[in-house]
């Protein structure tokens, strides 16, 4: 009787160990598949962030370029703004100059009734030349506000180029962190694998 209990007791025993370990066996089956599964995971999440990470260095690039060119049509238009403020002075101070000439002819005219006809002719072309003037005064004045408004859309384009600039620098970061995260996912994936 006893021996016949003994080896039941050892056939259950084995049986529990046998049990134990096709347990421990489908359980680290199924460790080993979740490690791996969760490996390609983040494989694919770290080509996805690879690839973020790649756009938005285009994306900054391409602000960078934007910008470059938004500040040259900056400087373009502050030197045509800075021209047609020199043409204008120019042509007030030969509107002066011939406002005093009209004066001359003027002063010439009542000094010489025999020189009548000469200062006339005189004073005619004066305001022939100072109604010249006063067209190129005009042209320049639209040239400057020409300018101003060019300096104003190169001065919008800068504040996009600025705020293009700054959203690729965002979406590096973002794309930076999304590596370290995988970094970290990988590190406790290898640590489970081990486990």
Known sequence: MT????????SAEQNEGGVKSQRYQDERAFVDLTVNELQRDLQRVED???????????ARQSAQQSRG???????QARQAQNQAQLAQSQAQQAQNQLQQAQGQAQQAQNEAQQANQRAQQAQGQVQ????????????????????????????????????????????HNHAQQAQNDVGQIRTTARQLQRA
């Open 3 to 10: 021996s016949s209990t003994g080896r039941q007791q050892s």
């Open 48 to 58: 996805q962030a690879r690839m973020a990470q790649q756009d938005a260095n285009n």
């Open 69 to 75: 060119a938004a500040q040259h049509a900056q400087n």
């Open 128 to 171: 022939q030349a100072q109604s010249q003037v006063q067209q190129a005064q005009n042209e320049a004045q639209q040239a400057n506000q020409r300018a101003q408004s060019a300096q104003e859309r190169a001065d919008q384009a800068n504040q996009q180029a600025q705020q293009a600039e700054d959203l690729a620098q965002q979406g």
